[in-house]
């Protein structure tokens, strides 16, 4: 057999199967750095339990020269390293894929495969014979796995190794016995394994300038680039790196270095109540705050919500979305939070929402959302979601302006009132719906007034008048329609001139391309829209109204979304087909293009004349 | 509801203070309180202590909760800015306000409801973060707003207005605060403004976080026999311990004292914390005979009200975290974005 035919290069997913605690996650990244910077696209996966030791967690890279990383069911190279979950990993692998493991103990019966292609490596033996101390065996088995998988695809092996200089500068000693175990596997796999393996890698340039980063670093750093001075926060998963990476540069970039003295403070509060109240105490005094939540305290910040809506304060809240309801699986992904969001607290509310779908969008979003808050005084939310947030994944660069100014909003300094006859703060000045607003202190006698989240007339006083609660809750409908031409418009592809438009937002972006070309290859083309924002503005309609049928992709299991482009829209349902993914994995290529193949099969629709089917 | 305007005329006699301003410049709007309610005593004490510590009216920084006591901040300091927030939320509020900009004079005003009971966790932790303020509750045992349910600190025993006894033991927010770490701690009843107001103009001076529990009848639920806050049994059961007069550096100090019941405090700012003892074993520098004198007095059915603890040395929020001096408000571009090749550095990292 002509096996070069038959060697698929830098396609593939490679899982890895540890004990959470036991130091495989860095060797599992300079795994995956390795081959990004081989310039091959590449996506990671953390899929860990919520625990802090002790239980079993899986790494996964998924390896595509097309830069179809979003997540695809099924293992081509399993290095199953936890024999607690031996079965499942096993069961994982898809026929004719590898399976790597350490054979110091023979792989019982019961999991042995006929499908697939069984690589023993004697690790633990191997590594009782090189390294005298068990804890170093215990980190070293990670590393000597590496060795063999460089060896097994074909990685280049510098790479390898200048990335362990890199990655323990600082801690020399660490070095030589750290490129020992790489050495190690390697030689172990030259001299016992068949290498290269059917799959494999080969150094290409389709990485371009791109950066390799999760989705809370750029959000953390784009509320350091937005001018977010307060941070007030709460411990969850999956937003917590978010606050962290806030911290980390404004800590490198925030402290002057005379004095030595911060730029910017961060207060983990005692829950979420208060970390939302702080945000809202600080915006009304013109300070640029955040926080960063998941879907448990979105909940608990609802009251807070209301008011900062009603009482028109500027506040921005990052929501990591997981899986819900309840605490539901804290460790995995969903897009369940649209609606809670969209339209948190009693009465009639709701909020700006900005829904990222790459880092790059993270980090823009982080810094816009404080523009718009200060612009539109209301709350913003970010919905991000735990795949974007805590998985690093391809990314654009961050970009930056220098000469970009912060837009601070309708906010009269003592001048401005000194000028002014009298101050109103809920006037309408502008005919946009934005009152505008003075700050604690500005001046001796003009332009104070009593914040309150009860009704009250232009000019701040209490009032239990039917006209003027009216006149107030209309004007915060023409504000509500100037936020719709502010926030970011959908991202639209009209190429292909189709009666048929596929809706997506979030992170399903990334299996989107993937699953365009699989559709494709079925005769069915479709144009896209990718929506980016709450209020919908017109182009988002536009969009619907050219189409006959639409197919709203959502990963969630009450098609929220849809719910709200109906309800905010008055569209007939029937136009909207949803295809709904909620399991806590990130949605895949494969899921979205059968189910709308189901749609065309079920309902007869035309495909393109043509295809073969 | 109506609202009369206050008269903005006043007695051309009024005193005016270093700023040439007279008590009514520390004014709010009409109070639509019960009249005689506690909580307007309170007001006026806080209006007459700016006032007489001649702060700009404008500088501070009014946040509330909900309830009866949250609703005073529009009765005072009408030149300054104010904040009615959410039920028990006041703490946090104030803290983002705070943070925001630390140059403000800070006023939280709350009830007990809004502190003992709903925001018993937002007061806990605000007297840990040490923010710089003043934290007032109007404590009247009483929710008023909904018609006389018991609130978190109406004593065991103490009976409502239709007489039915309160089954449940008091939260103490005075000795909550004492264990919190509170660095100025002080208990006082709207009825005695002479001990009210230089308690208040202290709170005010001290750098860091000042606590005051008012005792502050409620007029039209909890003024009755059998209540253990109506301003009856208040005055009967008042045991203070450490009166506190604020001596600015400006003023020459002329009252006399019998020697060893005085004690005098530098402020920051030069001026002279003037404490004189009312009890001889009491010391309000100390946490722990503080809080085991207000217990033990509690036993015997008598209210400590007075200064009970004060910190000389007591720092805030803001210097524990080493923020700048500057307001975080004012901090524009220039100071708080890295810019562009600082961001192509940080690109690179992830490469």
């Known amino acids: 057999m002509n096996r070069e035919a038959q060697t698929r290069y830098n396609d593939f997913v490679v899982r890895f199967a540890n004990v959470n605690g036991s130091g495989s996650a860095s060797a599992n990244n300079m795994f995956a750095k390795a081959l990004f910077r081989m310039g091959i696209p590449l996506a990671i996966r953390n899929l860990f339990p919520s625990n802090i030791q002790g239980l079993p967690t899986w790494f996964e890279v998924r390896i595509n020269e097309q830069g179809y990383v979003g997540r695809r069911e099924g293992v081509d190279l399993m290095v199953a390293m936890n024999a607690e979950t031996y079965a499942e990993d096993v069961e994982s692998v898809l026929p004719g894929g590898y399976l790597l493991y350490d054979n110091s103990k023979p792989l019982p019966e019961k999991f042995v495969r006929a499908d697939i292609n069984n690589i023993g490596v004697p690790i633990a033996t191997i590594l009782l014979d090189e390294f005298q101390d068990a804890k170093q065996r215990a980190l070293f088995k990670n590393v000597v796995y590496l060795g063999v998988l460089s060896a097994l695809l074909n990685m280049d092996f510098e790479i390898l190794c200048n990335m362990v200089q890199v990655s323990f500068r600082g801690k020399d000693r660490l070095i030589k016995p750290n490129i020992k175990a790489l050495e190690i596997g390697r030689n172990y796999a030259k001299k016992n394994l068949h290498c290269p393996l059917d799959i494999q890698v080969r150094p290409c340039d389709a990485v371009g300038d791109k950066i390799l980063v999760d989705g809370n670093t750029g959000s953390g750093l784009g509320f350091v680039y937005g001018g977010a001075t307060v941070c007030a926060w709460y411990p969850i998963t999956p937003s917590t790196s978010a606050v962290e990476a806030f911290e980390k540069y404004a800590n490198r970039t925030r402290i002057d270095p005379k004095t030595g003295q911060r730029n910017f403070a961060i207060i983990q509060a005692e829950d979420e109540l208060a970390s939302i109240g702080m945000v809202i105490g600080a915006g009304w005094n013109g300070a640029r705050s955040f926080t960063a939540t998941s879907g448990p305290g979105l909940s608990l910040m609802s009251e807070f919500l209301g008011l900062a809506y009603f009482a028109e304060i500027p506040a921005v809240l990052l929501d990591v979305q997981r899986t819900g309801p309840s605490t539901g699986m804290p460790t995995r992904t969903q897009q369940s939070d649209l609606l809670s969001a969209a339209y948190a607290s009693h009465g009639d509310t709701k909020h700006v929402l900005l829904i990222p779908s790459t880092p790059r969008e993270c980090f823009e979003f982080s810094a816009l959302s404080l523009d718009l808050a200060d612009r539109l005084q209301t709350p913003v939310i970010i919905l991000s979601d735990l795949e974007l947030g805590m998985n690093e994944t391809l990314s654009e660069p961050f970009v930056w302006d220098d000469a970009r100014k912060y837009d601070r909003g309708k906010v009269l300094d003592a001048q401005g009132l000194e000028d002014s006859e009298r101050f109103g703060r809920y006037l309408d000045p502008d005919g946009d719906g934005i009152g505008t607003r003075t700050l604690p202190g500005t001046h001796p006698t003009k332009g104070a007034f009593f914040t309150r989240g009860t009704s009250r007339d232009s000019y701040a006083a209490y009032t239990e008048s039917p006209e003027d609660y009216v006149a107030n809750m209309q004007r915060l409908e023409i504000k509500w329609e100037t936020a719709a031409k502010m926030v970011p418009g959908p991202e639209v592809d009209q190429s292909q001139n189709s009666d048929y438009g596929l809706i997506y937002f979030g992170t399903t972006a990334l299996p989107m391309p993937e699953a365009v070309a699989q559709l494709s290859a079925e005769g069915i083309n479709m144009d896209l829209m990718r929506v980016r924002s709450f209020p919908f503005n017109a182009d988002v309609y536009d969009f619907i109204s050219s189409h006959k049928q639409l197919f709203i992709v959502e990963q969630n299991r009450d098609a929220q979304l849809k719910s709200m482009l109906v309800t905010e829209g008055s569209l007939n349902p029937e136009k909207l087909c949803s295809v709904l993914y909620y399991g806590g994995l990130s949605i895949t290529a494969e899921f979205i293009s059968s189910e709308v193949i189901g749609y065309f099969e079920n309902n007869n629709w035309p495909r393109l004349s043509g295809v073969n089917l | ?351």
Do not use: W
Request: aromatic share 6%.
């Open chain 2, 1 to 351: 509801m109506t609202f009369v305007s206050k008269p903005a005329v006043h007695h051309p006699k009024l005193k005016l203070n270093e700023l040439g301003l007279n008590r009514r410049d520390y004014e709010g709007s009409l109070s639509t309180l019960c009249a005689g309610c506690g909580h307007d005593s309170v007001s006026a004490a806080i209006t007459l202590a700016c006032s007489e510590l001649s702060l700009p009216p404008h500088r501070f920084a009014k946040i509330s909760g909900i309830g009866c006591s949250s609703k005073t901040p529009s009765y005072f300091l009408g030149k300054s800015h104010g904040f009615n927030s959410v039920h028990g939320r006041m703490p946090s509020v104030a803290t983002g306000t705070n943070l925001a900009n630390s140059s403000l004079h800070l006023i939280g005003v709350s009830g007990d409801g809004d502190s003992a009971s709903i925001g018993l966790g937002q007061f806990a932790h605000i007297v840990r973060r040490r923010i710089n303020m003043l934290y007032i509750v109007d404590n009247n045992g009483t929710y008023g707003l909904t018609k006389g349910q018991f609130s978190a600190t109406n004593d065991q025993g103490s009976t409502s207005k239709k007489g039915v006894p309160n089954l449940y033991a008091p939260i103490d927010l005075v000795s909550m605060a004492l264990q919190l770490g509170a660095t100025f701690v002080a208990r006082s009843f709207s009825g005695d403004k002479a001990q009210l107001v230089p308690l208040i103009k202290a709170a005010l001076m001290h750098p860091g976080f000042a606590f005051i529990d008012v005792i502050s009848p409620c007029v039209a639920f909890n003024n009755h026999e059998g209540s253990t806050k109506s301003y009856g049994y208040v005055r009967d059961h008042d045991s203070q311990v450490v009166a506190a007069d604020l001596v600015m550096h400006r003023d020459e100090i002329t009252a006399d004292y019998a020697p060893g019941e005085r004690e005098d405090i530098t402020m920051p700012d030069g001026s002279c914390l003037r404490l004189r003892k009312l009890s001889a074993d009491y010391d309000p520098r100390d946490r722990l005979l503080a809080s085991n004198y207000i217990m033990q007095k509690a036993a015997i059915g008598e209210i400590v009200t007075g200064l009970l603890y004060i910190d000389p040395a007591a720092s805030d929020c803001h210097t524990i975290m080493n923020t700048t001096t500057q307001p975080l408000s004012e901090l524009d571009e220039s100071v708080l974005c890295p810019g562009a090749t600082v961001l192509s550095e940080i690109n690179s990292s992830f490469r």
